[in-house]
């Protein structure tokens, strides 16, 4: 008995891991339908590596002066030199090296933002759709009122008074960035809430916080995915403009914004400072707009099923095509 | 796509038309500022926008030359000291305001009583700190009345604008400014421009440039792609390394002295040696080079430019010895104890950089060096801290007055704002040359005050910055010591 | 529909007493005011006056209850930067702001709408690949570098457009463009999905069959259906600008509007000018937002307004 148990414990096992493989195979088979979507994942898979062995790839530290070596153009310049690949700023620094670093902030920031945010919102939604009532009310109230807040301006006069650090940005930015998920969070609740299996689980006698987090909350992971990614993106762009402003991540630390910033008073005899990072931030906003788009896509049945369509359409055509040129070709 | 492109094509046209009915008069010019007034009153604020539109509108009783020598403007010939607190001024006949009214001995004591009068409450108080009284003695003549011998009234009066008795009492005075100067007021369009025409009944030597139009920009970046782009015809605080990339560029010696402030009663900075070793470690010269790419002068050895009241020319800078500064160091036996450098950061210019190449020089001379580099609210917080000194604190000194005074007694002066020493004789001397109304004898007191102090090594005197314009191709000017940007000594080609 | 009123003005009143508060209490934590609005040599005595003049040597609760008295008479007194009262340097300001947004959001209107519809005709196509692409690069590309990066082509370069500022109307087109393309993204995306929803709708396809001409077809039915969705990110887009996301492109192009006021208020420690700033952000977010349940309620009466 105890043995064939086991057996179907290890075969259940064996087949939970076949499902998972084939689920990433599938998964690879409609990135490779989706070209941009292909790009973007690669992009932020570069990226990712590049922020995790900053200190392996870069060539210098980024912080390293060179008085010497002030305001140097990148290698195919004449004046340029193989040691600074991306020439220097004004204070000698490496730029390639910094622009590498600064991969760490942005993406810190946007996944601990992210993170932050996300799981404060999902818990207020949770809660607020699932429990309803009064509490329902109260936080849906709050999250009205802070919607209707002039959140940038906020943001800003905090972390002025408080001063702007790498915390204190993603403090800021998560208090004024909770509320998209809580709502969604809510929506989604009230509407599963109605199914079947929840009442079920409910009838069984389930305590509410099993029925959300055992019953509810896998089923919002699609959605609340493609939303983290798109905030994501939105984040980047966010520490990007308060560092550009003087008021987020400061000075030893590297920053994209920030690199611009200094390097707006250079941009007439040193481009490279200001349009390298401007391009670092412009390709990883990008790519994270790309997977996010693709996401959506694959998680929408409706919209799969037009791609398929279309990429059946596109294929038909191509031998359609194919058909009538070897036909006109044949005498 | 078709539409989007004639759309494009459109707004080029536009643009192409719109652009060529601006702003071009032949000898009109538009200088960019840093800041933008918050008032045109001359008399209330201490602000450097206000400054450098006032100073072409205005006239004041004296004035100085581009070198900075001080002359007679108002004024028919330099003060004479009737008493030891009672100077006389004569004024200039026949000069009248832009509306009319007569520039007399009554409009000159209406402007002293105004700018002192304690309820008017001027941020530039400190300028006229001393005077209590004026009044008149004939239609020219006036007498100014001082709390004692006050030396240098001469030098306040330089900074007294003359203001329009009658006009200056209208509610909109701070908004339509009205003085003797070369220009006249037209128009102030908040947050984007003043306008200034010329006088064509100046009662100096008539300007050359017919108007001028001043533009309120924060960002030197933004300020630079103006003058690129030929819109503006002189920028101020020009970065160092664009002076080749701009189409002309003027510098000029500046106010601007950057020191760090060594605690002499307490820490390790008490030994004289140790103080003297960290003016040793400095290499001022590469700083000048390097970090100003030559836009600077290295101190010598004195809160002072030589254009300055009280400059010491026996006193030289002390030279880099790195290897004298390691063995002051070790005699006085603080090698690689831990010495306190605070500084702030985009306050002035190369504030940071500065303070960081200083401090690596001191690294090499043996110390452990702990740099605080304090958001500019905290920073003055300990500047100011009257209790606990830190070791170094770095500061920028501007003095507008061109007379050791006010520097001497603001930092050199036991007890001064931002003073770390309790030197008697030296404030003994400061306090002296304060009331000594014999030229001299005054210069003589602030010669041994330099000298007292070089020889304690109170300071580390790192370097003497110089003022940088952007210029257009077609203006001509040679820059002031005083850093006033008066329209009626530039040109237009 | 008057408790529908009744209760917007109820919820808006607590969105600016809750931002005024937080404003009051979070300016109160700014150290010292004085400390950097005097020069640096002011004497300690000079320094008392001052704090004196601003009342800041009163108790806070003392400070809060003559705050809030001075709102309601719409006085937040002068600003410690400019000397002048707050309420006049906002008011001066705010419509250039407005100017700003209206432009830059209208031109954003009035290329994304064509551009979607185009877009939309064909999903999948080679124009709409390249409008969804590009929407995607103007969504990714930072406002702030992109008006450095107009600055150095338009003005310094080729020299067709003025650098800054605000004198005459083509200062006004690098900054409206900088401040639109975002919103121009986003209003494409938008654009092209709900019209490839409803040119798929069975009422288009009976009208073409009909032989209702083209242009009214998809411009009139199929756009009016998809007008809401559209509306409320324009309205949305509206507040970002008024609720200080203009402070980036009014900083990079010195437009003198109420977000470069904002940051220069902010970087002087003049609180009193920050309160008035905020307090009007939000007073216009408010009023923004019951004018646009209100267009709602005019353009779909169906709409369940609570």
Redesign the interface.
């Known amino acids: 008995m105890s043995q064939t148990n086991a057996d179907s414990l290890e075969q259940a096992l064996e087949q939970h891991r076949h499902e998972w493989v084939e689920k990433l195979f599938e998964l690879g088979r409609e990135l490779k339908r989706d070209k941009a979507g292909l790009v973007g994942v690669m992009l932020i898979t570069a990226l990712v590596l590049m922020a995790v062995f900053a200190p392996y790839i870069a060539p210098h530290d980024p912080t390293d002066q060179d008085l010497t070596a002030r305001l140097a153009p990148p290698v195919w310049y004449e004046k340029g030199t193989l040691k600074h690949i991306l020439g220097t700023d004004h204070l000698g620094r490496d730029v390639l090296s910094r622009t590498i670093h600064g991969a760490r902030v942005s993406l810190w920031v946007g996944a601990a933002v992210v993170l932050l945010a996300g799981g404060f919102g999902v818990v207020m939604g949770l809660m607020a759709g699932y429990l309803g009532g009064r509490t329902d009310a109260f936080v849906m109230r709050w999250v009205d009122t802070q919607v209707a807040f002039p959140g940038l301006l906020l943001a800003l006069i905090i972390l002025a008074v408080i001063g702007p650090s790498l915390t204190t940005v993603v403090v800021v930015l998560a208090l004024n960035g909770w509320m998209v998920y809580g709502r969604m969070t809510r929506s989604a609740v009230l509407s599963i809430r109605q199914s079947p299996y929840v009442e079920a689980a409910e009838v069984v006698g389930c305590r509410w916080p099993r029925v959300i987090f055992r019953h509810i909350l896998p089923n919002l992971t699609s959605p609340l995915l493609t939303l983290g990614i798109l905030e994501f993106a939105r984040i980047v762009l966010a520490e990007a403009a308060l560092s550009f402003l003087g008021l987020g991540i400061q000075p030893p630390a590297t920053s994209w914004g920030l690199d611009v910033a200094m390097g707006k008073n250079y941009m007439f005899m040193a481009w490279w400072l200001v349009t390298i990072p401007g391009c670092a931030i412009a390709v990883t906003v990008l790519a994270i707009n790309l997977v996010a788009s693709w996401l959506r896509l694959i998680s929408d049945p409706q919209e799969r099923e037009k791609q398929f369509a279309r990429h059946m359409a596109g294929a038909m055509r191509k031998k359609m095509h194919a058909t009538i040129k070897k036909e006109l070709e044949a005498p | 796509?078709k539409?989007?492109g004639r759309?494009l094509l459109a707004?080029?046209l536009?643009?192409?038309v719109?652009?060529g009915?601006?702003?071009a008069k032949a000898e009109g010019i538009t200088i960019a500022l840093g800041s933008e007034p918050?008032?045109l009153d001359p008399q209330?604020?201490?602000d450097g926008g206000e400054r450098a539109v006032n100073d072409n509108i205005y006239d004041t009783v004296l004035t100085r030359t581009p070198e900075g020598d001080m002359m007679p403007s108002l004024a028919a010939q330099m003060p004479k000291l009737v008493d030891a607190d009672t100077w006389e001024v004569t004024l200039r006949s026949g000069i009248t305001f832009h509306n009319g009214e007569p520039l007399n001995a009554d409009a000159v004591v209406y402007s002293i009583k105004r700018v002192i009068d304690p309820e008017f409450?001027s941020?530039q108080i400190?300028f006229f700190s001393t005077i209590t009284d004026a009044r008149a003695t004939g239609d020219l003549t006036l007498h100014v009345i001082t709390d004692g011998p006050d030396p240098i009234l001469p030098t306040r009066l330089y900074w007294l604008k003359v203001v329009p008795p009658k006009h200056s009492k209208d509610p909109k005075f701070a908004e339509n400014p009205v003085g003797t100067g070369p220009y006249r007021f037209v128009a102030w369009?908040?947050?984007?421009?003043i306008d200034l025409v010329r006088n064509e009944d100046y009662w100096g030597p008539a300007p050359q440039i017919s108007s001028v139009r001043y533009?309120?920009?924060?960002?030197?970046?933004?300020r630079?792609?103006?003058l690129?782009?030929?819109?503006f015809d002189l920028i101020t605080n020009l970065?160092p390394?664009?002076t080749s990339?701009v189409p002309k560029s003027v510098n000029v010696l500046g106010l601007e002295h950057p020191i760090i402030i060594l605690n002499a009663d307490d820490g390790v900075t008490k030994d004289a040696r140790v103080r003297k070793a960290l003016n040793y470690a400095v290499d001022k010269q590469a700083l000048a080079q390097?970090?100003f790419e030559g836009f600077a002068q290295v101190a010598q050895g004195q809160l002072l430019s030589p254009s300055f009241f009280g400059y010491n020319d026996q006193v030289k800078a002390y030279s880099y010895d790195p290897d004298k500064a390691k063995k002051l160091i070790e005699e006085a036996g603080v090698k690689g104890q831990t010495i306190e450098l605070i500084g702030t950061?985009?306050r002035w210019l190369k504030d940071?950089?500065l303070v960081?190449?200083v401090a690596d020089f001191w690294k090499k001379a043996g110390l452990d060096v702990k740099v605080r580099i304090f958001?500019?609210?905290?920073y003055?917080?300990r500047?100011?801290d009257r209790k606990t000194r830190a070791d170094g604190i770095f500061?920028v000194s501007?003095n507008e007055l061109l007379d050791a005074d006010?520097s001497f007694s603001?930092y050199y002066k036991a007890g001064g704002?931002?003073s770390s020493n309790t030197d008697e004789t030296l404030a003994g001397l400061i306090d002296a040359a304060r009331s000594e109304t014999d030229e001299k004898k005054r210069e003589n007191l602030y010669h041994q005050a330099v000298q007292l102090a070089y020889d304690q090594a109170y300071f580390v005197w790192l370097l003497n910055i110089e003022d940088i314009y952007g210029l257009s191709a077609r203006l001509e000017w040679p820059g002031r010591v005083d850093a006033r940007l008066l329209v009626r000594e530039m040109q237009v080609r | 529909m008057g408790r529908f009123i009744y209760r917007r003005l109820i919820h808006g009143l607590i969105v600016i007493m809750g931002v005024t508060i937080i404003v009051f209490v979070v300016t109160r934590m700014v150290g010292d005011p004085v400390q950097v609005m005097l020069p640096l040599e002011s004497t300690l005595e000079q320094r008392a006056a001052f704090e004196k003049k601003l009342g800041l040597d009163r108790p806070i609760h003392i400070q809060f209850v003559d705050f809030m008295a001075n709102i309601v008479r719409l006085d937040f007194g002068e600003s410690l930067w400019q000397k002048r009262p707050a309420m006049d340097i906002v008011f001066e300001k705010l419509p250039m702001t407005i100017l700003l947004t209206a432009v830059g959001i209208g031109f954003a209107c009035v290329v994304a709408i064509p551009m979607g519809i185009i877009a939309a005709l064909r999903p999948g196509g080679v124009v709409d690949r390249i409008t969804v692409f590009v929407s995607l690069l103007g969504l990714s590309v930072p406002q702030f570098w992109l008006g450095l990066l107009f600055i150095v082509l338009f003005a310094v370069q080729f020299k067709i457009l003025p650098t800054s500022g605000a004198a005459t109307p083509a200062h006004i087109i690098m900054p409206a463009l900088t401040m639109g393309l975002p919103t121009l993204a986003r209003l494409v995306m938008l654009v092209r999905s709900s019209m490839i929803d409803e040119l798929n709708q069975q009422y288009v396809k009976t009208s073409f069959a009909k032989g209702l001409p083209f242009v009214r077809v998809v411009g009139i039915h199929a756009l009016r259906n998809a007008g809401l969705p559209i509306m409320t990110l324009v309205g949305w887009e509206v507040i970002r600008s008024l609720a200080g996301y203009s402070v980036v492109v009014e900083t990079v192009f010195a437009w003198p509007g109420i977000g470069l006021t904002a940051i220069q208020a902010i970087e002087r420690d003049d609180l009193i000018l920050i309160q008035a700033i905020v307090f009007t952000a939000a007073v216009c977010v408010v009023v923004i937002n019951i004018f646009m349940d209100f267009v709602y309620k005019l353009i779909d009466p169906r709409l369940k307004l609570t």
């Open positions: 796509m539409k989007y759309l707004a080029v536009m643009v192409v719109l652009a009915t601006g702003w918050t008032t209330i604020r201490e409450n941020e400190s369009q908040r947050g984007q421009h533009r309120f920009i924060e960002e030197p970046g933004t630079l792609a103006g690129m782009a030929g819109e970065l390394e664009f990339h390097g970090l950061s985009g940071r950089d960081e190449a958001e500019f609210n905290e003055l917080n500047l100011f500061v501007s006010k603001a704002i931002g």
